[in-house]
């Protein structure tokens, strides 16, 4: 039998925007409690919003902060009850337009790391000690198909995407026996503002045929309502053309 999202209380850190936001969504029409975190306020309460319209219960909570600053995500999380908590969903991720690495310097290398991967850090130290003690909780880390297919997204981007899945991998290997699974998710191209940063733009046609972050939220989904026994440690999810 699926798990019944609606006894669930799920964290979305990246709702803003992109594959956060259309889980949120997604999450909500499911009836899960949701906490959306992210770093634009305006975008957040956008998805709060459109998140209560189409769910079945409105238990929607915000928190604006930058996940990959730890103290300043410690903060902003500090009046939650973490423990109440049984899905971290970690889609904070960027790019930038000077990607190739003979463009990249000391400054952009590291704010691609900060951003992608410790903020992936930051959120997992928060979240395994409370799902630690309940023995039971599910991370689901968004990555990228990057991280395990060379293409044209970037030396920083693609380490940065691999760092968050062996980060995931760790964490399932180490927690498992405490009831944490810990899922990673690794789309191909998808449809989200990230295509805006591009070097070049991005077509119509290219657009069309790429992922929707809907598609990702129905992957986030999935997994959420496996049952305890049943873990996804890897999903790759990819257009079906190019």
Not at 59 to 82: G, M, Q
Not at 117 to 136: G, I, Q, S, Y
Not at 176 to 201: E, H, K
Request: overall charge negative; aromatic content about 4%.
């Amino acid at each position: 039998m699926a798990r019944d999202l609606s006894d669930q209380t799920v964290f979305i850190a990246g709702a803003s925007s992109g594959m956060g936001r259309a889980t949120a969504l997604a999450s909500a029409r499911a009836g899960a409690r949701l906490i959306l975190l992210g770093r634009h306020e305006a975008g957040l309460d956008e998805t709060a919003a459109s998140a209560r319209a189409v769910g079945q219960q409105a238990r929607i909570a915000t928190v604006v902060a930058d996940a990959s600053n730890a103290d300043a995500l410690a903060d902003a999380v500090s009046e939650i009850d973490l423990s109440t908590v049984d899905v971290l969903i970690n889609s904070v991720g960027t790019n930038i337009v000077e990607r190739a690495f003979d463009q990249l310097t000391a400054a952009s290398w590291e704010s691609m790391l900060q951003v992608n991967l410790m903020a992936a850090f930051n959120l997992c130290k928060l979240f395994v000690p409370p799902m630690r003690a309940r023995e039971e909780g599910l991370i689901i880390n968004i990555s990228s198909i990057a991280a395990r297919k060379p293409d044209r997204s970037g030396a920083a981007y693609q380490a940065s995407k691999a760092g968050v899945l062996a980060l995931n991998h760790a964490i399932m290997e180490e927690e498992w026996a405490s009831g944490i699974r810990a899922t990673a998710i690794l789309p191909g191209m998808t449809d989200t503002p990230l295509l805006d940063r591009r070097p070049s733009p991005v077509s119509t046609e290219v657009r069309r045929a790429a992922l929707q972050p809907e598609d990702i939220a129905e992957a986030c989904l999935f997994v959420m309502r496996l049952p305890q026994r049943a873990h996804v440690s890897e999903l790759t999810i990819q257009p079906s053309r190019r």
